[in-house]
Nanobody, 123 residues
Framework: QVQLVESGGGSVQPGGSLRLSCAVS????????MSWVRQAPGKGLEWVSG????????DYVDSVKGRFTISRDNGKNTLYLQMNSLKPEDTAVYYC????????????????RGQGTQVTVSS
């Protein structure tokens, strides 16, 4: 059974930083690309970033490029998202998701995801 458990969310002021983690079990983590997606209040799911299974290739939505960094530790079955220079528009519930293939962008709305962690950016 696929399990994805996010942690690390919270409330920060604009310009602040947070590091999200996602503990994974129930499948061979190193065989799949992974993604972070988010859902802002009243909006649909938005893909934020993805990382390939083994070669470390990463991709980002334009709005977070240069501020967010996705990474993974295949030995620990854990996915990370380092978020710097946070903006109010980054406020959302953040989910980690299992891609359907090895590549960084192989995500779709039906991909398995965790319960989410809330990130609130406000002064």
């Amino acid at each position: 059974q696929v399990q994805l458990v996010e942690s690390g969310g919270g409330s920060v002021q604009p310009g602040g930083s947070l590091r999200l983690s996602c503990a994974v079990s129930g499948f061979t983590f190193s065989d799949f690309g992974m993604s972070w997606v988010r859902q802002a209040p009243g909006k649909g799911l938005e893909w934020v970033s993805g990382i390939a299974s083994r070669d470390g290739n990463t991709d980002y939505v334009d709005s977070v490029k240069g501020r967010f960094t996705i990474s993974r530790d295949n030995g620990k079955n854990t996915l990370y998202l380092q978020m710097n220079s946070l903006k109010p528009e980054d406020t959302a519930v953040y989910y980690c998701a299992k891609n359907w293939a090895k590549t960084s962008r192989a995500w779709r709305t039906s991909s398995p995801r965790g319960q989410g962690t809330q990130v609130t950016v406000s002064s």
